[in-house]
C-alpha cells in the first residue's frame, strides 16, 4: 500500500496499468472490458482496479486531472507497485481541422506550460516523449484491430479555463495537434523511473470547430481507445 493507492491482496497491481483520468472511467472499463476485476482501492474515491485481458493481468487506475494528481498516482505505480508500463487513455481538445471529435490522437511528445520539471532539477528546458516499446505495440495492435490513430506533438496545460482568447493558435501555430492535462507529468515521471508510458487521447472538443461531447459520452464512449489501448497494454 502507498500513501494514495490501496492493494487488495487478491488483486495486485498489474505490471501494466491503463490510466483514465475520470475514477469513473476506470470503473467502466473494468466492468466492460476486463474478466474478474477487483477493485484494489477506492482512496479518494480514485478507483483501481485489476482483472484480465485475453488471459493477462491488467489494472486500471484513475488519475485525476492535472499534472499534480498524475504525478501522484504514477509515481506511487512506478516506484511502489512495481509497474513497469503506463498507458493513459484521457481526452483532448484537436488544434487542427483534419483531426476531429471522436479521432484518436497520440503524444510523441508532451510539450507544456507547467514548472512540473522543477522536480528532476534538469539544467535547461525538458521535453518529454512517450516510449517507443509501446509506442511499437500500439502500432501493432492499430494494424491488427484496424482502429487509427494520429501521433504527433500535444501540449499538456496547467490551466483549463484560459482567459487569453485565441491562445492555443500560438500552439497550433508550432504544430501541436491537441491540447490534454496529464501527458507531461506521466512522461517526465516515466523518463525519471527509467518505466514506459504513452499517452492515447480521444478527442472530446475542437477548438477548430467549437463541436464539443458531453460529460457523458467522454466517461463511456470512447470504446475504440479503450480496446486499442488493452491490446497494446497485452502484448
Known sequence: MSLHIAVDHRAPVAESVLMPGDPLRAQFIAENFLDNPIRYSEIRNMYGYTGTYKGVPVSVQGSGMGMPSMGIYSWELYNEHGVENIIRIGTAGSFREDINVGEIVVGLAA??????????DVPG???????????????EAGRETGIP??????????????????WWKRWARMGVMAVEMEAAALYMNAAYCRKNALAIMTISDSFVTGEKTTAEERQTTFTDMMKLALEAAVK
Not at 510539450?111 to 528532476?120: V, Y
Not at 525538458?126 to 502500432?139: T, V
Not at 490513430?149 to 485565441?166: K, L, M, P, Q, R
Open 149 to 166: 490513430f494520429t501521433a504527433g506533438n500535444i501540449v499538456s496545460c496547467d490551466v483549463f479555463y484560459e482567459t487569453t482568447e485565441d
Open 125 to 139: 528546458q525538458y521535453s518529454p516523449c512517450c516510449s517507443y516499446p509501446l509506442l511499437n505495440k500500439l502500432q
Open 111 to 120: 510539450s507544456t506550460d507547467s514548472n512540473f520539471q522543477h522536480a528532476f
